[in-house]
């Protein structure tokens, strides 16, 4: 499965952004999905997943209660609601699919990567 991240973008402390993952190339209801983030120097983290099993969502503790993912299998979609953003949340997201399990959560567990969109927050 292809995954292409768009959405990212500068906005201010405080400000609202919504990423999109859409998938090609197979049906993606069958795929764990979930987003992670890398800021600059420091390593790839999880930042959420949905578990396609059940729907049921997981957050990092840094981004719960401010961001909210979903998915639409219908549009091949997976979105990220990121609101009251604050610097610390500046990093290139990726989104992330894996056929191995019912939510992805660590790198290792990743099959498939997007290709990253920029999020640059400003204080």
């Known amino acids: 499965v292809q995954l292409q991240a768009s959405g990212g973008g500068l906005v201010q402390a405080g400000g609202s952004l919504r990423l999109s993952c859409a998938a090609s190339?197979?049906?993606?209801?069958?795929?764990?999905m979930g987003w992670f983030r890398q800021a600059p120097g420091k390593d790839v983290e999880f930042v959420a997943t949905?578990?396609?099993?059940?729907?049921?969502?997981h957050y990092a503790d840094s981004v719960k209660g401010r961001f909210t993912i979903s998915r639409d299998n219908a549009k091949n979609t997976m979105y990220l609601q990121m609101n009251s953003l604050k610097p610390e949340d500046t990093a290139v997201y990726y989104c992330?699919?894996?056929?191995?399990?019912?939510?992805?959560?660590?790198?290792?567990?990743?099959?498939?990567w997007g290709q990253g969109t920029q999020v640059t927050v400003s204080s």
């Open positions: 992330a699919a894996t056929f191995r399990g019912n939510v992805v959560v660590v790198t290792t567990g990743v099959d498939f």
């Open positions: 190339g197979r049906t993606f209801s069958p795929y764990a």
């Open positions: 949905i578990n396609r099993s059940d729907g049921s969502t």
